[in-house]
């Protein structure tokens, strides 16, 4: 019975009306349903556009039946008039009104901020502004973003016949929205340039920016115990000094982006932060951590102070990972959610100290390529590096970062240098020579805590087969040994095999000793 009603199109409220109960079917009778699609076209398909839909009758008693006019302008007309349409100017002018005062003090127009693709130009744009400066004066709009067309990586354009796109939902599954988002808003279509979408650029956020920044943020879980209540930034510790100052120029820069509808100058910073934050910072910090004291403290507390900030500023461009960020890190006194903070204001920038970090790091990376063409390797201490840039002589911490990022034990300043001279001693001494075998034995002591899958709690016990020399070594070394590898003790034995050791070796850790 309804689906007579349905294809004899009976309005809803009539299938109420006794009559139609006398279509009901009996026992053992038929009844053929004439049914086409409606509104149909010449093949009798559902066909929704016109003229077909001028078919379907609308309106009712009361409002009186509507019939579409039977000449309509390009649909961009309708678009451009979209301002005051959607608010029935002039019929309602109590929330928008832009000749309100003789012209001045516009309601609701223009608008504060549009955005469309570029193939949008010759009909959107053009009939919103040609209408809006007609019929008003001015531009209906204040701000626009336009980007590019999103292409196949083969420069052509993206098509399901010749599936030439990988599908964005996987992306997505693989490597998150947040990676599929940072990919497009930092890359060159949103200054209105095509771009050729490749997923090995979704990876590289994945990898170089969000894992890099969930280390980091894992790395702070490992050591920080309680969380503090205060987000102040106190230390006077150099590289405190200078990530905060990174901070203060992402935020900084980010925001000039974002105020300026430059999304990709506000969102292309954020890479670089986070490798400054884990390859440098992170890692020139990291004996910091683990010591308890003042400088654990002021380290946890920077670099905390940091990853929220990080979490706020990152918000609106990869909203699900900050807000997971900021949730591991908030406290009692902080908003609820990221997304309900406050954008941040930026941090003291340190402009000297900045151009400072960058000679050091250039001076580093300029004594390793030294090292690597002397073929020394990095955990073999040396005894000087001399250098011709006269800047960092006030800055004697700045010297020490240098010194421990070459591994020399001291690093001074010659002005009779050129700026960019680096000279390194390479010659090695018996007591060097020492040191670097204490480094190695080190390292191999605490690859054996990974393979055995232990964690910073375990306190093993380190079983050490050697003799003669090697007795002689563990027993001057034992307790920087034991500090440095997390040891409940080491215990010697007779034998060993020859490893990289100049004297007979085998190491085993027993972790319930």
């Known amino acids: 019975w309804l689906m007579v009603e349905v294809a004899n199109r009976t309005p809803h409220r009539e299938l109420h009306n006794p009559k139609h109960l006398r279509m009901v079917l009996q026992p053992a009778q038929w009844r053929e349903i004439e049914f086409t699609s409606y509104p149909h076209n010449a093949r009798f398909e559902l066909d929704l556009h016109r ?20 000449d309509v302008f390009d649909c961009w007309f309708e678009s451009g008039s979209m301002p005051y349409a959607s608010h029935h100017y002039p019929h309602n002018t109590s929330e928008f009104n832009p000749k309100r005062g003789l012209g001045l003090f516009a309601k609701g127009y223009p608008a504060d901020f549009i955005a469309e693709s570029i193939d949008q130009t010759r009909g959107w744009f053009y009939s919103l502004i040609v209408l809006g400066v007609a019929l008003f004066g001015k531009s209906p709009y204040k701000a626009v973003v336009t980007n590019g067309l999103v292409l196949a990586e083969d420069g052509r354009k993206m098509s399901k016949k010749l599936k030439n796109y ?27 340039e095509d771009l050729r979408f490749s997923a090995r650029g979704v990876e590289e956020v994945a990898k170089k920016l969000l ?15 309680s969380i503090p209540t205060a987000t102040a930034f106190t230390s006077e510790n150099m590289l405190d000094t200078w990530i905060v ?7 900084r820069d980010t925001t000039a982006g974002f105020e300026s509808y430059e999304l990709d100058v506000a969102t292309r910073p954020l890479m670089l932060f986070v490798d400054d934050l884990s390859t440098w910072y992170l890692r020139r910090s990291r004996d910091r951590f683990k010591e308890e004291g003042a400088q654990k403290d002021e380290a946890l507390a920077t670099l905390r102070f940091v990853l929220l900030m990080v979490a706020k500023v990152m918000a609106p461009v990869m909203p699900f990972y900050a807000e997971d960020l900021y949730q591991r890190l908030k406290g009692q006194d902080d908003a609820q959610s990221v997304h309900l903070s406050s954008w941040p204001e930026a941090p003291h920038v340190d402009a000297e100290l900045l151009e400072d970090m960058k000679k050091v790091r250039a001076i580093a990376s300029q004594a390793l390529q030294l090292r690597e063409k002397a073929a020394i390797k990095i955990r073999q201490p040396l005894a000087s590096l001399v250098v011709g840039e006269q800047s960092l002589a006030a800055r004697e911490a700045l010297l ?17 240098l050129g700026k960019e001279v680096v000279e390194l ?29 232990l964690t910073i709690a375990d306190r093993p016990q380190l079983v050490v087969a050697t003799s003669g020399a090697g007795e002689q070594f ?17 215990s010697l034995q007779e034998g060993g095999e020859h ?10 850790l027993q972790k319930d000793a």
Request: glycine content about 6%; aromatic content about 8%; cysteine-free.
């Open 474 to 490: 563990f027993e001057k070394f034992e307790t920087i040994i034991v500090e440095e590898t997390n040891l409940e003790s080491i």
């Open 166 to 192: 990988p599908d964005p939902m996987e992306l997505v599954e693989k490597f998150g929205a947040d990676a599929l988002r940072y990919y497009l808003l930092s890359s060159a279509v949103i200054r209105g």
């Open 400 to 416: 020490d970062i240098v010194a421990d990022e070459v591994n020399v034990k001291a690093v001074r300043v010659d002005v009779t």
């Open 211 to 225: 894992m890099r920044l969930d280390n980091v943020r894992s790395f702070y879980e490992l050591y920080a115990s």
């Open 499 to 508: 490893g990289f050791a100049p004297f007979p070796l085998t190491l085993e």
């Open 245 to 251: 100052s990174r901070l203060g120029e992402l935020v």
């Open 51 to 70: 003229p077909y839909i001028d078919e379907v009758p609308l309106g009712d008693a009361i409002s009186g039946e509507w019939k579409r006019v039977p």
């Open 425 to 453: 001693d390479t010659t090695l001494t018996d007591e060097l020579r020492e040191e670097g075998l204490l480094r190695d034995l080190i390292r191999a002591i605490q690859d054996l805590r990974k393979q055995r899958g």
